[in-house]
C-alpha cells in the first residue's frame, strides 16, 4: 500500500497540471457561431410572401404607414414577410421592418416600370412611395447595406467552401493515464514470481481527420485518417505494463504518429428500409449496429476502458472488410446482418485484399454475424446476437477471439491452432428516464480447434453500466462500469485451464465534463480485481484523465 500511495502522489500533479491547462483554455475561449452555406439558404428558403399588411402583429393599423402599406400591397402583393404574422432576427424597431416591406415594393414598381407596364403605377401610388422612402432613407441604407454584407457573405463560403458534397470533421485526444499496484499480472498460481509494476505517467495522443461525402443525399462515403501514440497498458514488465489486456484503455493504439486511412466505406439506402454499408477497410461491427450502450460506446467520448465500451461480440469484425445490412421492418424492430473478412496481416495489409492462401475474401478469417434488436417502448431496447467467426494465424495479433479483451486464454485458448466459435449475445438498455440509462451485456462461446487433437473451450463474460446525464452541471454525466471480462469455464482435452486460478472483476468509475461542444473532459479510474482470472495477483489500477476536442 505504500508503494500505491506515492504512485497516487506522482500522478496527482500532471492530472492537476492537466485540468489547469484545460481552464485556461476554457477561459481564453471565444464563443463565435459559424455560419454555414447550407445554412444561409435555408434562412432565406423559410421566408414566405404576405400579401396583407394587416397579417404583421408588430404593424398598428392605426399609423399612417400601415395604411400607405396596406393600399401597396393590396395594388401590387410588394411585400415579404412570415407567414406567422410576424418578423424574426434581430431587428428590434418596427420601422426596420418597415424598410424591409418598402424595399419590396420599390422592387416590385421598379419591375413594373421596366417591363412597361408603368400605366399600372399611378402617380398617387408613386408619390406614397417617396414619401415613405424619404421617412425611412435611413433604415432603407442600412438594410441594403446588410443585404450586400449577406450576399458577399454568401458568396465568399460558397467559393471557399472544402467541398459541395464532403464534410470534414475531427477529434483529438490528449491522454494523461498511469497504471499503478504493486505486481505485474501473470497466469500461474505462485504469487512471489510475479515482477514489480513499474508503469510511469504517459502523455499520449490521438488524432482523427473524417471525410463525409454525400452523392444523393443519402449515401455516405466516409473515409477516415488516424494518428496516435498511446501505448497499450498491457505490455510485459519490461515495458512498463501491467502484464494483462483487462487494463487496456479504450482508444489505444499506435505508437509513433504514423497517419494512415483506417477507415474507408459507403453506406446507402436500399429501399425505404433498408440500409446497406461496405467497409473496404476499418470495419467495425459496433460502427454498423446498435450495442446498446449509447453513453459509452465511442472511442473518444465514452468509456476509459476498452473492455467497457461494449459487449465482445461487437469486435468480432476485427477492421477488416465487409458488408452490413440493416432492415427495420417496423419501428420496433431492426434486424442487421454481416460478413466481414477479418483482420490484418503484420504489415496492415486487410486479409481481404491479400491473394495468398489462407487469405483473401472467403479464405482467411471471417465472420458471419446476424442481430435480432427489439424496442418494446421508448425506455427498452433489448439485442440478440449471433457471430460465427474463423480465425488463422495470418493476422497481426494472431488468435483473437475477443478483441484483447479478457484474458489471453480467453483470446487464444488452442495456443495458435486454426479455431472457430459460435458467439451468442443479450445486450439490453434501459431508460427509467430521461438522465438515466441502464445497460448491461452477457455472452457466451463455444470454441473449437481445427487443427491437432479435438479440442474445445466454454467462454462467459458479462458487463453492466449506469449514465446519470446532468449529473452536477448540465450536460456533463457519471458512469459506472462493473462486468466480468472473458473467462474460460470448461474445456475439453486441454491440459490445464489458467483461468480456474479465480475471476477477474472490471470496476470502472468516470465523470464527463462538457465544457463546450467541442471540449469534453473525462477523469475515471479503472480497478481489476485478481487480473487474468487469478487470484494470486494482486489488484491494479489506472488512473486517467482524457480530453477530447472535437470539431
Known amino acids: 500500500m505504500t508503494k500505491l500511495f506515492w504512485n497516487v502522489l506522482k500522478v496527482s500533479p500532471v492530472i492537476a497540471a492537466t485540468f489547469l491547462s484545460a481552464n485556461s483554455a476554457l477561459a481564453a475561449e471565444v464563443n463565435e457561431q459559424a455560419t454555414s452555406v447550407a445554412q444561409l439558404s435555408k434562412e432565406a428558403n423559410n421566408i414566405g410572401q404576405v400579401t396583407s399588411v394587416s397579417q404583421f402583429s408588430d404593424v398598428q393599423p392605426t399609423d399612417w404607414a400601415f395604411q400607405a402599406l396596406q393600399s401597396l400591397v393590396e395594388r401590387y402583393g410588394c411585400i415579404a414577410g412570415y407567414p406567422n404574422g410576424t418578423y424574426r432576427g434581430n431587428r428590434a424597431l418596427t420601422r426596420y421592418e418597415f424598410a424591409a416591406g418598402l424595399n419590396a415594393c420599390l422592387d416590385r414598381v421598379n419591375e413594373l416600370i421596366a417591363t412597361a407596364t408603368a400605366d399600372m403605377v399611378n402617380k398617387e401610388d408613386l408619390a ?137 466505406n459507403y453506406a446507402f439506402n436500399f429501399g425505404k428500409r433498408i440500409r446497406v454499408k461496405i467497409d473496404a477497410v476499418g470495419g467495425e461491427l459496433n460502427e454498423n449496429v446498435n450495442v446498446f450502450n449509447p453513453d459509452f460506446r465511442s472511442s473518444g467520448s465514452g468509456a476509459l476502458s476498452r473492455y467497457g465500451r461494449f459487449s465482445p461480440i461487437y469486435r468480432q469484425a476485427r477492421d477488416g472488410a465487409g458488408i452490413t445490412v440493416n432492415i427495420n421492418p417496423s419501428d420496433k424492430f431492426t434486424l442487421s446482418a454481416a460478413y466481414f473478412a477479418s483482420g490484418r496481416t503484420s504489415g496492415g495489409v486487410t486479409n481481404a485484399s491479400n491473394p495468398s492462401d489462407g487469405s483473401g475474401l472467403f479464405d482467411g478469417d471471417n465472420t458471419i454475424f446476424a442481430q435480432l434488436a427489439f424496442k418494446p417502448s421508448k425506455a427498452l431496447n433489448v439485442g440478440l446476437a449471433y457471430a460465427r467467426t474463423y480465425q488463422n494465424t495470418a493476422n497481426a495479433d494472431g488468435i483473437n477471439l475477443f478483441g484483447s479483451t479478457g484474458s489471453s486464454f480467453a483470446n487464444n485458448p488452442f495456443s495458435g491452432s486454426k479455431t472457430e466459435a459460435d458467439n451468442y449475445g443479450l445486450q439490453l438498455s434501459f431508460n427509467p428516464s430521461a438522465k438515466i440509462t441502464f445497460g448491461g451485456w452477457a455472452g457466451y462461446t463455444t470454441a473449437n480447434a481445427l487443427t491437432g487433437t479435438d479440442r474445445d473451450a466454454d467462454i462467459f463474460y458479462w458487463g453492466t453500466t449506469l449514465g446519470i446525464k446532468d449529473f452536477g452541471r448540465e450536460g456533463n454525466t457519471l458512469g459506472l ?10 474445456t475439453t482435452n486441454i491440459a490445464s485451464n489458467p483461468d480456474g486460478n479465480g475471476t477477474s472483476y472490471h470496476i470502472e468509475g468516470l465523470y464527463k465534463m462538457k465544457f463546450s461542444d467541442n471540449i469534453l473532459v473525462t477523469p475515471g479510474v479503472l480497478v481489476i480485481l485478481n487480473p487474468n482470472h487469478n487470484d494470486n495477483n494482486e489488484p491494479i489500477y489506472v488512473g486517467t484523465l482524457r480530453t477530447t476536442f472535437s470539431f
Request: glycine share 10%; no cysteine; aromatic share 6%.
Open 128 to 264: 406614397t412611395l417617396q414619401r415613405l422612402q424619404e421617412e425611412f432613407s435611413a433604415e432603407l441604407a442600412t438594410l441594403r447595406g446588410r443585404v450586400d454584407a449577406l450576399e458577399a457573405r454568401t458568396s465568399e463560403l460558397e467559393a471557399n467552401q472544402f467541398s459541395t458534397t464532403t464534410k470534414l470533421s475531427g477529434e483529438a485526444i490528449f491522454s494523461v493515464s498511469q497504471a499503478f499496484g504493486d505486481q505485474v499480472a501473470d497466469t500461474d498460481e505462485d504469487p512471489n514470481n510475479n515482477p514489480d509494476l513499474n508503469s510511469n505517467t504517459t502523455f499520449s495522443n490521438r488524432v482523427r481527420l473524417t471525410l463525409n461525402s454525400s452523392f444523393t443525399g443519402t449515401d455516405q462515403l466516409q473515409t477516415r485518417l488516424n494518428a496516435g501514440n498511446i501505448v497499450s497498458n498491457s505490455g510485459s514488465a519490461a515495458a512498463g505494463g501491467t502484464g494483462t489486456n483487462m487494463t487496456r484503455l479504450g482508444y489505444d493504439g499506435g505508437s509513433d504518429n504514423s497517419v494512415s486511412i483506417d477507415k474507408l
Open 481 to 490: 462500469i462493473f462486468g466480468q471480462p472473458p473467462k474460460v469455464t470448461g
